[in-house]
């Protein structure tokens, strides 16, 4: 160990303090680190940068020997719970937290922050007061997402299906069509060629190739004829399922025998429950408070940063 080590503030001798693992000046008591080349303070800087590497084990080491010499200092503290958090900042540990109303209650129950809001004459009093503060209001919002689900995010009044509604499945147009035109020609060519047959509309030819066989007078004019009628009927059954389904789906609307969303989806009620989850349907006075108690959390977390900052300096 050298012995040439001299303390920055007050050049007073440093001496290793094997409980701690800092040097120690004899003099004024400020403690370094033996971690680093230039052998720098330790300092809320230096455990800062550790935080931020993620090394909280050791920033909590350090914190330790500074709060030896600095037991009332408030943001020492801070940074001992935020290390045992597995956080950088307060707003890091509360905006991680705010999803799980569980983790928001033990972040607000800390006895910690009784002990960070009395220290030192209650500089931190402020700081504990805000965290409290963002903590109920993210609780509030968590009853109403848990009361009217996921929609009162959005702000948006949606008509969704109540639990023991079933949506009615109705079937598109570009379904239909292809389904119209495979039975229009199941149907329409065995009978065009057995109207063939009986009108005598084949004749007897004969080629050098397969010799005599059979064919129609007019093939040209047959297979245009027959792929018209199939598509106009293919066309014209389109249209006239998709018109009936409309109608008597508002038929059995308008006798309550089923209800229609705002989307235009018909639903109809069920004896079996489609969802376990039953939420309420958001009215404009909830979706209002919702969105003013967001806006106070983001003001709060800006407020959190803001004292965190003020403190530091102080510090």
Not at 184 to 212: K, M
Not at 232 to 246: H, Q, Y
Request: hydrophobic content about 40%; some cysteine; charged content about 30%.
């Amino acid at each position: 160990m050298e012995e040439n080590k001299v303390c920055t503030t007050c050049a007073g001798k440093l001496e290793f303090n094997t409980l701690i693992g800092f040097y120690e000046c004899k003099s004024c008591g400020k403690i370094y680190s033996v971690t680093e080349e230039d052998l720098k303070p330790a300092s809320l800087a230096s455990v800062n940068r550790l935080m931020l590497d993620h090394k909280y084990d050791e920033a909590q080491n350090k914190i330790r020997s500074l709060l030896e010499a600095d037991p009332d200092n408030v943001m020492l503290h801070l940074h001992s719970f935020l290390c045992r958090k597995r956080a950088v900042s307060t707003n890091q540990l509360l905006i991680s937290a705010c999803d799980s109303e569980e983790q928001i209650r033990q972040v607000k129950d800390d006895p910690d922050w009784d002990k960070i809001r009395t220290i030192n004459g209650g500089r931190g009093s402020k700081l504990t007061d805000l965290v409290r503060e963002y903590c109920d209001d993210q609780l509030k919002m968590s009853v109403l997402r848990r009361k009217y689900g996921p929609e009162i995010e959005s702000g948006i009044v949606k008509d969704v299906p109540a639990a023991n509604e079933k949506r009615i499945r109705t079937i598109p147009k570009y379904i239909l069509f292809p389904i119209s035109l495979i039975i229009w020609c199941a149907i329409v060519i065995p009978i065009s060629f057995h109207l063939a047959s009986v009108n005598h509309w084949f004749i007897e030819d004969w080629s050098w190739n397969i010799g005599y066989y059979q064919r129609l007078k007019n093939e040209d004019a047959f297979i245009l004829s027959v792929i018209g009628i199939i598509l106009a009927l293919t066309v014209f059954s389109t249209l006239f399922v998709s018109v009936f389904m409309k109608r008597r789906i508002q038929r059995l609307a308008k006798n309550g025998r089923i209800r229609i969303l705002k989307d235009g989806t018909p639903v109809k009620a069920t004896s079996e429950f489609q969802d376990h989850s039953v939420y309420l349907k958001p009215d404009q006075v909830a979706i209002r408070e919702y969105r003013e108690l967001k806006f106070r959390c983001e003001t709060i977390i800006e407020g959190i940063r803001k004292e965190e900052a003020r403190l530091m300096t102080d510090s």
